[in-house]
């Protein structure tokens, strides 16, 4: 599976919509996926919204937990790549990423919430 990098700067404004959940890599046993340096691979579900009528949900697979991420909260995805896959008559696109990273809040302006009134 060839990877293809993603320009997360041409995505708009990327959102968390489902906080992050252990990837399962064997719905069996329950056992939760890995990867070769034997971290807990997570899936988070990340709205992508490019303009004021379209939004899509992406799920983006990335190694250990995202700290801070929860869901309503404006996120920075680094290191997004995706991978077309297809097996048998199914075919989609998925997504990995190196990092999940909340944005910060900006901070509130020294004159926020002061009357202005003389």
């Known amino acids: 599976m060839q990877s293809i990098p993603v320009d997360t700067t041409r995505l708009g404004v990327l959102r968390c919509a489902v906080g992050p959940e252990p990837k399962i890599a064997d719905f069996e046993s329950k ?32 190694p250990g937990e995202p700290k801070g991420v929860v869901e309503g909260l404006e ?13 048998g008559d199914r075919h989609g696109v998925s997504f990995r990423a190196a990092a999940i990273t909340p944005v910060p809040a900006p901070a509130a302006s020294a004159t926020a919430g002061k009357g202005g009134g003389a």
């Open 31 to 62: 056992e939760v996926k890995k990867d070769r340096d034997g971290n807990t691979i997570y899936t988070v579900a990340v709205t992508v919204r490019q303009d004021r009528r379209r939004v899509s949900v992406i799920e983006i697979a990335v």
């Open 75 to 87: 996120v920075r995805v680094t290191g997004l790549e995706a991978f077309a896959w297809a097996m």
